[in-house]
């Protein structure tokens, strides 16, 4: 009997994992022609606050990643973009579970924490399309860069922050 609860927990984190997947690749899709480039606007972006609850969605958001570069972008993109997001996601997750501790506001400030993370981290997104696509100016892509997912960021945190007191997404 707890080999099918167990078997049954994992059927549900796998489908979890794939519906988080989907729904990363289906919203940046909608945008596509404003996902790409030294501009970069993915409402899809806001998936990321999902990491806060369980490393399940880190697998999930990187995944969808995967997915959208490899379909739209080149192949260092993927490599690149993918790296860029394991490496937020899980520097987020640290550092916002050090931030939450110190507030009374636990929840929001671990969101603001993860926001401005991903933020922050878009330089290596710059540095990839200066060096590597050749856009001509590094400081200017990474500020466009930063403020477009600052405000992705935000919009999504809109909607997953208030879903968050009606869904566990720790399950």
């Known amino acids: 009997m ?22 990363y690749v289906t919203l940046t899709m909608i945008v596509s ?11 899809s972006e806001g998936l990321n606050y999902l990491g806060l609850f369980h490393k399940r969605y880190v697998t999930a958001i990187s995944l969808g990643v995967i997915i959208v570069n490899a379909m739209f972008s080149t192949p260092l993109d993927v490599i690149v973009g993918t790296f860029h997001t394991v490496i ?9 579970d050090k931030m ?19 933020s922050l981290t878009m330089f290596i997104i710059a540095w ?25 960021m935000i ?4 909607i997953v922050y208030p879903l968050s007191f009606r869904i566990d997404f720790n399950q």
């Open 33 to 43: 022609p404003i996902s790409f480039g030294p501009i970069q606007f993915r409402i």
């Open 128 to 152: 990839m399309l200066y060096y590597i696509e050749a856009v001509p100016f590094f400081w200017e892509t990474y500020l466009t860069l930063a403020i477009s997912e600052l405000i992705a």
């Open 155 to 158: 919009l999504g945190g809109l």
């Open 2 to 23: 707890k080999e099918e609860h167990y078997i049954a927990r994992d059927a549900q984190g796998i489908a979890k994992t794939a519906l988080v997947t989907a729904l």
């Open 88 to 96: 937020s996601l899980l520097i987020a997750r640290f550092l916002a």
């Open 100 to 118: 939450g501790t110190l507030f009374k506001k636990e929840c929001l400030a671990r969101f603001i924490t993860m926001a401005v993370v991903f």
